[in-house]
């Protein structure tokens, strides 16, 4: 079994910030990427930010230069800073998290429960 436990969502006022974080535990033998996603009423689920095991990220063109991925293997855990936030971003945000459980190359995907955040503006 594998927990995504996401935490940082809130309220906050357009042109502030927030911070996410996306804890993984369980039967885990490599993480490989990890992604932030995010699904605002009506819409479709949309990628926001992805950061490989190595490092190299990629950002949805509506966040680059807001939003900052980034994660600490040694505790399997990504982060998202997200800064001049605007009512747009409204939305619940999800963590993905790309998972080997043996050395059999077999990847699975996990998801976080959600978490919302709500820009006011």
């Known amino acids: 079994q594998v927990q995504l436990v996401e935490s940082g969502g809130g309220l906050v006022q357009a042109g502030g910030s927030l911070r996410l974080s996306c804890a993984t535990s369980?039967?885990?033998?490599?993480?490989?990427?990890m992604g932030w996603y995010r699904q605002a009423p009506g819409k479709q689920r949309e990628l926001v930010a992805t950061?490989?095991?190595?490092?190299?990220?990629n950002y949805a063109d509506s966040v680059k230069g807001r939003f900052t991925i980034s994660r600490d293997n040694a505790k399997n855990t990504v982060y998202l800073q997200m800064n001049s936030l605007k009512p747009e971003d409204t939305a619940v945000y999800y963590c993905?998290?790309?998972?080997?459980?043996?050395?059999?190359?077999?990847?699975?995907?996990?998801w976080g429960q959600g978490t919302q955040v709500t820009v006011s503006s």
């Open positions: 369980g039967s885990i033998f490599r993480v490989n990427a």
């Open positions: 993905r998290a790309d998972i080997l459980h043996s050395l059999l190359n077999i990847e699975y995907h996990y």
């Open positions: 950061i490989a095991s190595g490092g190299s990220t």
